[in-house]
Every structure is written in structure tokens, then in C-alpha cells.
């Protein structure tokens, strides 16, 4: 959980009152019983089959599972089953985190975005903040000006929830505005203090009530919850990190990732666009860690000793792609050693 700024200058926020406890109401025997467990008693079923000459293309899985393309196949592992890539998540205390580069701002929640949108619009009901415009499909809503206690200026502001860099995750986003004679919203706050004062307010209210969060159908469908950074020819000879984010905020969440992923950065040069850096592991597991299935152990280290560059490179203005080697020609290291250390790389991206 964030700890949160006591607000100066926004609307105080109304108290949030808690339902009674009434039996005839709720209860396993009340009229509105918690049904979240009646799943359990679920069966499956056959499915539907219509008679013959009536069309089936309307009828569709609402729950379609999507095919899964970007988890690391290692080559010429035939005689071993691949192990699975490790899967890397932020703590609890870690699901909602306000996330800062430059001036800029934001708040990054391990949910879905058809979670964030009806707890956002829960927010701003619990602040009696109106909304002038909402725009489910781009995640988008936005208040009315409001005037603000101490300040003589009234604002508005516009949320707008973006999926995040890894899959299941979302990102919130606030943008401020006083009232002026351009209509128009600005690339930037007015005032960043303002922002980050609401900024805190809403990533406080997500925290406290994550686990409880409706799901938004028309978001979820519209914000899919897809990853922005995918592994690309996964098993082949050249393995490299695609990664939807302008190359400032990339190089950042970058070295970031080395530094958890257990690289030791001894070098860099943002202008090439490359870290130089060294695969140290983690100290605390005395059999090499997650590597240790492909070369036997800590002595047999694929990467130890192995200076490595890792480059990236802008391939458009929000994409750029990762690739890692070693840093000189005559050090060795198979594709699929590389392959490894670009999936522990990817999974601490965000």
C-alpha cells in the first residue's frame, strides 16, 4: 500500500459509509447471499448444437483463452523437458505503485484494466466528482471544472487507463487543466503539484480496494489486457525483447529490470542506446538459481564470466527492440542461453 500526501488543495473527499450486517438480507440464506463460490458447483456441459440448417456464426465463446506466443521454446532441448519461464510479479504491497520519470507521472496497477475502469468511476462517485465525458472503449473519462478549496482557479482533470508494459497489468494516467480561453487540453498539467495531489488520492483509493474490484466487460474488451513487451523469435539464433514504450521511459525501465533480473550494470552509453553489464545471479540461492537446470549447476554457469552488452534500439517513436550478447566476438554464448537471460530481462520490464 502507498503511503499518501494528506491532500491540500482538492475537494474533501466524502466519508464512506458501511452497510449493516441485516440476516434477511445477506447471509447464506438472504436474499442478496454471496454467489461468489457457486462456480465450484459448476459441471460441464456439452456444447450447444443447433439443427441442421440453422447458422452458428453468431454463437461464439464469450471466454475465449488467447493462443500464447511469446514464452521462450529453447532449441536443442529434445532430450529434457523445457522448464517453464519464471514468472515474475510485484509483491503484495507492490499492486499499486506510483511510478515517476521526469515530470512525468503515473500510477501502475497489477490488474487488468476491466478491473481499474469500474473502481475508478467508484472513486470519483466516492469524491463527488462529475463526469462531463467517458469514453469506455479508449479509457478515458473526464470531469467537469471543479472548484478547488484555496485556490481561486477552477480545473478539471482527464483519467485515461492504458494497459501496462506486462500482461494483466494497467496504468492511470491524470492529466490537469485551469480554466483558460483555449477549450483545449494541454500536452502537460498546469499545475504538477495539483496533479500528483489527485494522483494520490485515486492510486490510495485503488490500493485499499483492489481485491474487491467489479469487472468492467465493455473496458476489458475494449483495453485488452495484453503484454506490451513480448520475446520475438523465441528458439531461433537472433531472440530479442519488442517493447511498446518510448525509448526515455525504455531505457529507464531497463536498467531497472537488469538490476532486479540480477545483472550488475558496469557501464552504459545512452547515446548507443547500450548497458554493458554482467549476470551475477541471485546470492541467496546456493544452487545457481533458475539456470542452474541447463548447465548443472553454479561451476557450469552458462553467462558467468561473461561480459555482456545488452542494446537497444528505437524502431519507431513508442517501440524499441532488445537485444543481448556477449561483448566481445570471441566470447561464447549459445541462443538459448541468451534466450533465458532475455526472459528473466522481459519479465521485470514495466
Known amino acids: 500500500m502507498i503511503a499518501v500526501l494528506p491532500m491540500r488543495r482538492l475537494l474533501a473527499l466524502p466519508l464512506l459509509l458501511a452497510l449493516g450486517g441485516c440476516g434477511f438480507l445477506f447471509g447464506d440464506e438472504g436474499v442478496f447471499r454471496d454467489r461468489s463460490g457457486d462456480y465450484r458447483e459448476a459441471r460441464e456441459t456439452d456444447p450447444l448444437r443447433l439443427p441442421p440448417g440453422r447458422e452458428s456464426t453468431s454463437i461464439a465463446e464469450i471466454y475465449a483463452v488467447p493462443q500464447v506466443n511469446s514464452e521462450a521454446t529453447l532449441s536443442g532441448s529434445d532430450d529434457k523437458v523445457p522448464r517453464p519461464a519464471p514468472l515474475v510479479a510485484a509483491s503484495a504491497d507492490q499492486l499499486v505503485r506510483i511510478q515517476r520519470l521526469g515530470d512525468e507521472s503515473w500510477v501502475l496497477v497489477g490488474i487488468a484494466p476491466g478491473q481499474l475502469w469500474p473502481q475508478l468511476r467508484s472513486f470519483l462517485n466516492a469524491a463527488s466528482i462529475d463526469v462531463a465525458r467517458m469514453d469506455a472503449r479508449a479509457g478515458i473519462i473526464e470531469s467537469p471544472f471543479l472548484e478547488l478549496k484555496g485556490d481561486e482557479r477552477d480545473a478539471r482533470f482527464r483519467f485515461r487507463i492504458d494497459r501496462g508494459v506486462q500482461r494483466g497489468n494497467s496504468e492511470l494516467h491524470i492529466l490537469q487543466m485551469y480554466r483558460s480561453s483555449d477549450p483545449g487540453w494541454p500536452e502537460r498539467s498546469d499545475d504538477l503539484e495539483l496533479e500528483s495531489d489527485m494522483l494520490q488520492a485515486v492510486a490510495q483509493y485503488i490500493a485499499n480496494s483492489a481485491d474487491t474490484a467489479p469487472v468492467s466487460m465493455m473496458a476489458e474488451q475494449s483495453m485488452q489486457a495484453t503484454s506490451r513487451v513480448t520475446l520475438v523469435d523465441a528458439g531461433g539464433e537472433n531472440p530479442y525483447i519488442n517493447l511498446e514504450l518510448p525509448f ?49 549447476g553454479r561451476d557450469e554457469h552458462p553467462a558467468e564470466g561473461v561480459p555482456l552488452l545488452v542494446t537497444m534500439q528505437s524502431v519507431d517513436p513508442r517501440r524499441v527492440e532488445i537485444q543481448l550478447q556477449p561483448e566481445s566476438e570471441a566470447a561464447a554464448l549459445a541462443a538459448r542461453d541468451r534466450e533465458a537471460l532475455l526472459v528473466l530481462i522481459k519479465g521485470n520490464i514495466n
Open 248 to 296: 526515455e521511459r525504455a531505457w529507464a525501465s531497463l536498467a531497472r529490470s537488469l538490476e532486479l533480473s540480477g545483472f550488475e550494470i558496469t557501464d552504459r552509453n545512452r547515446s548507443a542506446g547500450r548497458y554493458y553489464v554482467r549476470y551475477t545471479g541471485d546470492p541467496e540461492d546456493e544452487d545457481g538459481g533458475w539456470f542452474a537446470w541447463l548447465g548443472g
